[in-house]
């Protein structure tokens, strides 16, 4: 990394924020009674969402905002009964979608609009679709690998908006894809429970030093 760290005059500043943003997100496990999420602030927040990276920009994601309290208190054994279900303002449900074909024709024709590359290009495109998605398998990374990253903006959003997150993978995946009328061509990745922390939560548990994740030109490559 020394030598990285050498070729470059960039100083390691953050944008204004960020990094106060980065430190400060936790998986909140202690929310607190407050007010609805406003409309704005939903609107805000998958603004700021849909600007996260996507394979050809396809943007595999989908979301279910799951506010009311009934509706929650259904979900609840569904969700192994974890309290942040019902405790928290909303559910939101992080969809993949497994098709990455829905938009494709559209999504590349913007491309071709934007001055990207011509109409040519974008045929090749087009073709090589079902070459870097092959199969289920791929097709399913493509939906988890996408909506994860747009599940990562949201957090990092919400908590920048004052609110507290809980991604949550524990709960049954068939049970609640039935209930939320999920179509067999998307899946649920994981749930986001969104409201007010009680900022009682125990000290971050500690993290590997990046020494110990990061390797330098090949895997062992020391930093």
Known sequence: MNSIVKSSQLE???????????????????????????????????????????????????????????????????????????????????????NPHRRDDQILQQFVDGGYFNDEVKQTFMASVDMVYPNDARRIEHAVCGASLAAMTFMLVADAMGLGTAPLIGFDPKAVTEYLKVPEDYMIVMLICVGHPSHKELPRQPRRDYKDFVHLTKFGGKV
Request: proline share 7%; with cysteine; hydrophobic share 40%.
């Open 12 to 98: 390691p500043s953050l944008s204004t924020g960020i990094e106060e943003v980065v430190r400060r997100r936790r998986s909140v496990h202690g929310f607190v009674p407050g007010p609805s999420i406003t409309q704005e602030q939903w609107h805000k927040l998958f603004e700021l969402t849909a600007l996260s990276p996507s394979s050809y920009n396809f943007q595999p994601w989908d979301f279910i905002v799951v506010e009311d309290i009934k509706q929650r208190a259904e979900l609840l054994p569904l969700c192994w009964n974890q309290k942040q279900v019902m405790d928290s303002v909303a559910v939101v449900a992080v969809l993949g979608d497994k």
